[in-house]
């Protein structure tokens, strides 16, 4: 068996232009562009790179983008200061501050200072809270688009069988609750997990989120599941995910790639996230449907 190739980029510019299309009808609603504001404290080349393309994005959504560049050394209580004020900012509906922050600087602190109405990345414990029990809130945008991409390829959820390997706060774990809202059986792997392959051979759903170049092999796969390789690696061959793609391929029944599967939707639904929090605060309609 050749798994289909799940297009990632493709889901995400239809995504992309969706919201493109609701925030045209929220700009002649109430004259005013949704704001995403990004903050970005230091010089990692990687973030610098995330930042452009969120920026970019956010722009051709029709939304407006304000960037804050601090350097490297700036001290934690100037960034608190800095999201107070954005909080205050009627014009800023997403704040993201990304990560990783530098050491001076406590994340957890910074999350929590921002207003959990405003948090469009989803990591504030107001809407970690929400989402493990039910409400509406923000997801975090990797899970969020991953189970976008899992409900295109197989529609209704229900009932399947999924395992997560991974259990960070930003990934794993609220993938796993997004899975058992959509009525899954989830399992969640970690490292302290004894036979990984056996337990990633039950599953019709596999989503892999480590961080280990090429760990899930196409043997531990049943045969025909879908696998969603959330992992970015950068090794001597280029980039590479989680998953041994070769070997997958042979036995998945569909599966995304890296780069062009998880990556595109993370920033898709960092738009879609920023124009819901916008709707919500000017109390337009927007289509609720996740
Ligand atoms: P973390 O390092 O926070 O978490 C990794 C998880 O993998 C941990 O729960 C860890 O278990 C588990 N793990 C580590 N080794 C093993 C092993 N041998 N067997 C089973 N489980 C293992 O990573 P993140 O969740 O932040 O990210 C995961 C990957 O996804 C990374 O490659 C990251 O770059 C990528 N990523 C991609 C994004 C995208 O947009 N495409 C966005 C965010 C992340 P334990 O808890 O026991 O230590």
Redesign the pocket.
């Known amino acids: 068996m050749t798994a289909k190739v799940i297009d990632g980029k493709a889901i995400a510019a239809a995504l992309r232009a969706d919201v493109a299309t609701q925030v045209a009808a929220f700009r002649s609603a109430t004259g005013r562009a949704p704001g995403l504001a990004v903050v970005l404290v230091g010089e990692d080349s990687a973030s610098a790179v995330y930042v452009r393309a969120k920026g970019k994005a956010t722009l051709e959504a029709g939304m407006a983008s304000f960037e804050h560049k601090l350097v490297s050394n700036t001290p934690e209580a100037d960034l608190l200061a800095l999201v107070d004020q954005l909080n205050a900012d009627p014009a800023v509906d997403g704040i993201l501050v990304q990560l990783p922050l530098p050491p001076q600087i406590d994340a957890t602190k910074v999350i929590t200072r921002i207003d959990p109405d405003k948090d469009v990345d989803g990591f504030h414990p107001v809407n970690a809270g929400r989402l493990a029990i039910g409400l509406d809130g923000f997801v975090p ?2 899970p969020l ?1 991953c189970l976008k991409l899992l409900r295109a390829e197989l529609g209704d959820l229900s009932g399947k069988s999924a395992v997560v ?8 774990k609220p993938m796993a609750l997004l899975l058992l809202g959509d009525s899954c059986t989830v399992t969640i ?5 004894t036979d ?1 392959p056996a337990v990633v051979r039950q599953a019709d759903i596999v989503v892999a ?4 170049a090429n ?1 899930v092999k196409g043997e531990w796969l049943k045969p025909g599941a879908t696998v969603i390789d ?4 950068r090794t001597e061959a280029g980039l590479v995910g ?1 998953v041994d793609f070769a070997s997958a391929s042979e036995v998945a029944g569909a599966i995304t790639p890296v780069p062009g ?3 595109p ?2 920033i898709a639904c960092l738009i879609r996230n920023t124009f819901v929090s916008a709707a919500r605060r000017e109390g337009f309609r927007y289509e609720k449907q996740l």
């Open positions: 945008c990797t688009g390997i991974g259990r960070s706060n930003i990934v794993g792997a970690h490292s302290r997990t990984l989120a480590v961080g280990r760990m959330v992992g970015i690696n989680d599967g998880v990556g939707m993370t």
